[in-house]
Nanobody
């Protein structure tokens, strides 16, 4: 089992920045990839970014490319999501997820086996 705990959410003005953190514990050696998803009110959960644990390969949704940066620190079993140039459309609950590479592509919810509880990000205009 893997446990994920997100932190760093909050309220920020449009154009501002936030950094989210996700700390993993438990059987972290089983993690192949970690990702961030988000869910806005009344919308489906959507892929934001992912990073491969072994070599740091990153993947981004088109909507955040160039504004968000995902990174990982394997010594701390932590993944970060640096968010810049935030706009109100980025308002959502952000979820961290871990993938054991059992099946599915990096952008698919079904690919991820473990999920955090989520952290709220609110961007005011």
């Amino acid at each position: 089992q893997v446990q994920l705990v997100e932190s760093g959410g909050g309220l920020v003005q449009a154009g501002g920045s936030l950094r989210l953190s996700c700390a993993a514990s438990g059987r972290t050696s089983s993690i192949y990839r970690m990702g961030w998803f988000r869910q806005a009110p009344g919308k489906e959960r959507e892929f934001v970014a992912a990073v491969r644990r072994s070599d740091g390969t990153t993947y981004y949704a088109d909507s955040v490319k160039g504004r968000f940066t995902i990174s990982r620190d394997n010594t701390k079993n932590t993944v970060y999501l640096q968010m810049t140039s935030l706009n109100p459309e980025d308002t959502a609950v952000y979820y961290c997820a871990a993938d054991r590479n059992i099946g599915g592509s990096y952008y698919q919810i079904r690919a991820y086996d473990y999920w955090g509880q989520g952290t709220q990000v609110t961007v005011s205009s």
